[in-house]
T-cell receptor, first 115, second 114 residues
């Protein structure tokens, strides 16, 4: 019940295409869902996050879609660019209103955008 | 610029030796964390500290030790008891533990033990 399952493990997208990464969770108490972006040799950085009171959040080319009933959330990268090539981690908070140690991370998706 | 500094970037050690990884932050954050990253395994929490002179074990603390004598510093020692120490180690910090306090990560130390 404490897992966050992320798919696919790797993804290759053509420049200008849409990249979609999916995550699923089982515990309905999870209430905060961030995505982190990690470039090679660097630490992850918060990209975008969503709370379960909204079904979608958009920041530039990045959109989180959230389906509470299905216990799934996904990251969509529109007009994917080579500079988006990175590893993406979804996460979920196992304690209401908490991040930090409450975050459970997915195993990551390595995205390659070909030019 | 405020941030988290991890040093060194690459570290090589012989099996059986203890090694200490440095983590310093100038963000004035109260909480600090150590994560281990292995290919295809995501981020796993080793230790965390929410206040100076206090720290707690995370999910995979066996074979590791930490100290938090100063707010800015949270060094991690990988001991000889850690059975599989070769990994990418990430230090992070946050202002607090709420959802309005995202994790800020350093750029990691890649440890290779042979």
């Amino acid at each position: 019940q404490q897992q966050v399952k992320q798919s696919p493990q790797s993804l290759i997208v053509q420049k200008g295409g849409i990249s979609i990464i999916n995550c699923a969770y089982e515990n309905t108490a999870f209430d905060y869902f961030p995505w982190y972006q990690q470039f090679p040799g660097k630490g992850p950085a918060l990209l975008i996050a969503i709370r379960p009171d909204v079904s979608e959040k958009k920041e530039g080319r990045f959109t989180i879609s959230f389906n509470k009933s299905a216990k799934q959330f996904s990251l969509h990268i529109m007009d994917s660019q080579p500079g988006d090539s990175a590893t993406y981690f979804c996460a979920a908070s196992s304690i209401p209103n908490q991040a930090g140690t409450a975050l459970i991370f997915g195993k990551g998706t390595t995205l390659s955008v070909s030019s | 610029d405020g941030g988290i500094t991890q040093s060194p970037k690459y570290l090589f050690r012989k099996e059986g030796q203890n090694v200490t990884l440095s983590c310093e932050q100038n963000l004035n954050h109260d909480a600090m964390y150590w994560y281990r990253q292995d290919p295809g395994q995501g981020l796993r929490l080793i230790y965390y500290s929410q206040i100076v002179n206090d720290f707690q074990k995370g999910d995979i603390a066996e074979g590791y030790s930490v100290s938090r004598e100063k707010k800015e510093s949270f060094p991690l020692t990988v001991t000889s008891a850690q059975k599989n120490p070769t990994a990418f180690y990430l230090c992070a910090s946050s202002l607090g533990s709420g959802v309005d306090s995202p994790l800020h990560f350093g750029n990691g130390t890649r440890l290779t033990v042979t």
